[in-house]
């Protein structure tokens, strides 16, 4: 079973930038199609950006797509997003998430998809 922690979060001005990411252990992420996940204040959970197990293809939600890159370095059990252009709307708990599988063109759609969560990470954009 593999553990995630994430990373990186914290408090930006908008049209800012940030790279957050999520490590893994206790399992090699390579096994894991990966995504992060959003909360933002009282809103559910949703998703961002997710990535093959290879990391040879991405999908991503309408509002992060073109501002944000979800990429993974398998070697070192970690998967990342950078997000630019940040604005102040895009603030909330940034989860990562990972579901086990043995496909390798497969990203992750939905939040039930997912076997395992990381505990988050804060990211707060100022106006």
């Known amino acids: 079973q593999v553990q995630l922690v994430e990373s990186g979060g914290g408090l930006v001005q908008a049209v800012g930038s940030l790279r957050l990411s999520c490590a893994g252990s206790?399992?090699?992420?390579?096994?894991?199609?990966m995504g992060w996940f959003r909360q933002a204040p009282g809103k559910e959970r949703e998703l961002g950006a997710s990535i093959w197990r290879s990391g040879g293809g991405t999908g991503y939600a309408g509002s992060v797509k073109g501002r944000c890159t979800i990429s993974r370095d398998n070697a070192k059990n970690t998967v990342y997003l950078q997000m630019n252009s940040l604005k102040p709307e895009d603030t909330g708990v940034y989860y990562c998430?990972?579901?086990?599988?043995?496909?390798?063109?497969?990203?992750?759609?939905?939040?039930?998809?997912?076997?395992?969560w990381g505990q988050g990470t804060l990211v707060t954009i100022s106006s």
């Open positions: 998430g990972a579901r086990s599988g043995k496909f390798t063109s497969v990203v992750i759609t939905t939040l039930a998809a997912v076997d395992h």
């Open positions: 206790g399992d090699t992420v390579s096994s894991y199609y």
